[in-house]
């Protein structure tokens, strides 16, 4: 068993100057050397973005919300949610979401998804999808039609 005790886990922090805006990760199931899936807690400031509107083929994927208010948007359509709601994506459903802290204080939320060997993450309002391989450590972009492509 390993202990991850508050403030140990690994961190991730960036996304200054970015177009969504910074964040914070504390790298549970990385801390621990896991592989089979990822459990985070991510911590958004307002005005930050979780990511862009995407969707994964392969992999699992759902949020829980710790504290803090955010706008979830699934294929255009707004649900705001709160601590204790949660939202989950099944692999292959091609439901495109991000969320977006559009409140005046900071938004916490823990993040878990499987790790398949290989996944694909489409973004279909930048017309890209993300072909990543776990196995051999590699990532490139295609556009929808399968075009190589730069990162969105």
Known sequence: ????????????????????????AELISDSAGLTQ???????????????????HKTEDEMVLILTGTIVLTEDGVETTLGPGDAACWKAGTPTGHHMENRSDAPVRYVVIGTRSPADEVTYPTLDRVL???????????????????DAP
């Open 1 to 24: 068993m390993t202990v991850i005790k508050q403030g140990s886990a690994q961190i991730d922090s960036g996304g200054e100057g970015s177009v969504l805006g910074p964040y914070r």
């Open 37 to 55: 899936f990822g459990a985070f807690i991510e911590e958004l400031p307002p005005g930050s973005r979780s990511s862009h509107t995407h969707w």
């Open 131 to 149: 072909h990543h391989d776990r196995t051999h450590k590699t990532r490139r972009y295609t556009t929808l039609a399968g075009d190589p492509a």
